[in-house]
């Protein structure tokens, strides 16, 4: 079995994580952190890891310090609904009447016959009663898939405020791009939040040696059989077709670990150039990236990390890569192509 599901220690996440865990740690009850980036850059594990820190080792019995909650579009024809969510809170804190309930009759019905403003009461004293101080809120951007209006996002954004100032606990937002927009029209939220940017790598030499460093990393935990010795002289080509995010590029290695495994094969140029997102795939996750950085640095309401950290503000859209070499990584400007003639020289 191959498991790339593993911690990579990289300068980004470092950053990111200190600058939060000192947001957080400062913070007063109802304020608000957020945590944004492009996807696949390991925003929900850096949720993980500051729970870790948060919670510590000397929690009170029937106390917790933090709660984690998914922002899931679960509803009907794929649709994001604030009761199911508040229900889902309601379970993060393992609230008596909500918890541990196993039975889908017994489930249905008590969802059915409890209204959504009792169940925000009963979170708000259970968070009190539980003594959460943290509230993590993950993937928010599905908060657009809720019904009832072009509004309702910022409403639901502006509700959970609210509802964390009453429950008393710092309320920390995570998630992709797209919510950029949602938190920009939230009026409870304008100038009433910290922002922290967790971003890719770009493509300047001292972000592609940082890179090459991740590679290296990854390469340690792929089966020695599958290893090329050259695998990280290939970093233009895989930050070219990752766009720098580590989570597109953990899913491409691998593909090419499994694929070279099965054919008995070191991972190549060949394998790479099979086992990489699609074009279509690349397009959209570049499209994504390039509004999402075009709202964030035109923001002036974001961590002093974020603005350190910015470079330039939109992507090379595919197909765009770098062609086949024997040059030394980072010693030359890389030679690009158009993706539907990658055969040509």
């Given amino acids: 079995m191959i498991n790339?599901?593993?911690?990579?220690r990289h300068r980004n996440w470092e950053?990111?994580?200190?600058?939060?865990?000192?947001?957080?740690?400062?913070?007063?009850?109802g304020e608000v952190v957020c945590i944004t980036g492009p996807a696949r850059t390991g925003k929900t594990r850096m949720i993980e890891e500051l729970q870790r820190l948060l919670n510590g080792p000397d929690a009170l019995e029937g106390s917790m310090a933090t709660a984690y909650v998914l922002v899931d579009n679960d509803g009907h024809n794929g649709r994001f609904t604030t009761k199911s969510f508040i229900w889902d809170a309601l379970v993060a804190i393992r609230h008596p009447d909500f918890y541990g309930l196993l039975d889908t009759e017994n489930i249905a019905r008590k969802f059915d016959r409890t209204s959504e403003a009792a169940m925000?009461?009963?979170?708000?004293?259970g968070a009190k009663r539980r003594k959460v101080k943290y509230l993590f809120f993950d993937e928010v951007q599905h908060v657009n898939y809720v019904a009832r209006g072009a509004d309702a996002p910022h409403m639901v954004l502006d509700?959970?405020?609210?509802?964390?100032?009453?429950?008393?606990?710092?309320?920390?937002?995570a998630g992709a791009y797209p919510m950029l927009d949602t938190l920009r029209n939230s009026p409870h939220l304008i100038g009433r939040q910290y922002k922290v940017h967790l971003p890719r790598y770009y493509d300047t030499d001292e972000e592609l040696n940082e890179f090459a460093s991740i590679v290296s990393q990854y390469i340690t935990?792929?089966?020695?059989?599958v290893i090329d010795e050259n695998l990280v002289n290939h970093t233009r080509y895989l930050h070219a077709y990752s766009y720098g995010c580590i989570g597109v590029l953990r899913r491409w290695l691998l593909h090419a670990a499994v694929h070279a495994k099965l054919h008995r094969l070191p991972i190549n140029r060949d394998i790479l150039e099979l086992t990489r997102a699609t074009d279509d795939d690349l397009v959209?996750?570049?499209?994504?990236?390039?509004?999402?950085?075009?709202?964030?640095?035109?923001?002036?309401?974001?961590?002093?990390?974020?603005?350190?950290n910015k470079k330039e503000s939109s992507p090379d859209i595919p197909g765009k890569a770098v062609k086949k070499s024997n040059i030394r990584p980072f010693k030359a400007a890389p030679r690009r192509y158009k993706s539907d003639d990658r055969n040509s020289d």
Wanted: no cysteine; glycine share 4%; net charge negative.
């Fill in 4 to 8: 790339l599901d593993v911690k990579i």
């Fill in 15 to 29: 950053e990111a994580l200190n600058m939060l865990f000192a947001l957080l740690i400062s913070a007063s009850p």
């Fill in 120 to 125: 925000k009461k009963a979170f708000i004293i």
């Fill in 159 to 173: 509700s959970w405020k609210n509802m964390a100032k009453q429950a008393g606990v710092v309320l920390v937002l």
């Fill in 221 to 225: 935990h792929l089966p020695s059989e």
């Fill in 284 to 308: 959209s996750i570049g499209n994504e990236i390039a509004a999402g950085e075009e709202i964030l640095f035109r923001d002036t309401d974001f961590s002093a990390a974020s603005r350190l």
